[in-house]
């Protein structure tokens, strides 16, 4: 979250966009540490009351706010200092992965950075069945060149690239082990077939990432003035 942060390098009072909020953790992080009024948006309702009291828990709902809204729609009234996507432009899907590019560079302040984190691939190919059916419908992991070819076209400028495929191989580790110390708990609430199915799921991801089938990209991208 921090080198997200340092990458933007905005001052306090800046607006960012946090484009697929998650449980709102950048978001919180984002206000607390360097002040800035962070936007969220989410499709799932659950993230969605859970951040909002998040944000009055953690006193900053002044400066963090969160919406319903789809991120491939992402119309905004006013443009943001900054964008942030982490492990959510996966969502979007091989084929909107241009069109999603302009509209980010639509709410995007021109000369301002773009930052995503996301798990990717070097060569193009689709998730098996199993994950497409039970884990990710819908979801596609972009390569390089994709990410590359959809920021370009629509008007980015490519800053920085980075392969940080160590550091998702020491988060699943400790996702699984999370996972495994709350066994108990996550059988009795939701029963075995679902615990056996994420069991099932991380160690399986944690060995691709291990034997570079999946990556982590890190990208820093600058709109055109």
Avoid at 45 to 64: F, G, M, P, S
Avoid at 211 to 217: E, P, Q, S, T, V
Wanted: hydrophobic letters at 40%.
């Amino acid at each position: 979250l921090n080198l997200m942060c340092e990458w933007l390098d905005l001052p306090a009072g800046s607006s960012v966009a946090d484009l697929g909020s998650g449980w709102g953790n950048f978001s919180k992080f984002a206000s607390m540490n360097f002040q800035w009024n962070v936007t969220g948006y989410t499709l799932s309702n659950a993230q969605l009351n859970y951040c909002k009291e998040l944000a009055v828990k953690n006193l900053i709902d002044d400066r963090v706010s969160f919406e319903d809204r789809d991120m491939l729609v992402t119309t905004s009234p006013t443009p943001f200092d900054g964008v942030v996507m982490i492990e959510s432009i996966e969502h979007v899907g091989q084929k909107n992965l241009v069109s999603f590019f302009k509209e980010i560079k639509q709410i995007l302040k021109p000369d301002r950075l773009c930052i995503i984190q996301t798990s990717g691939r070097y060569v193009a190919r689709p998730f098996d069945r199993w994950t497409q059916k039970y884990v990710f419908p819908g979801g596609y992991l972009p390569t390089k060149d994709e990410l590359f070819f959809a920021a370009t076209n629509a008007g980015f400028r490519v800053e920085e690239f980075r392969d940080d495929t160590p550091d998702y191989i020491r988060t699943m580790s400790s996702w699984i082990q999370n996972l495994e110390s709350q066994r108990d708990d996550i059988e009795r609430e939701f029963g075995k077939p679902f615990y056996r199915l994420w069991e099932l799921w991380t160690h399986g991801a944690k060995v691709k990432f291990e034997m570079g089938a999946m990556n982590l990209f890190r990208l820093r991208l600058r709109s055109s003035k």
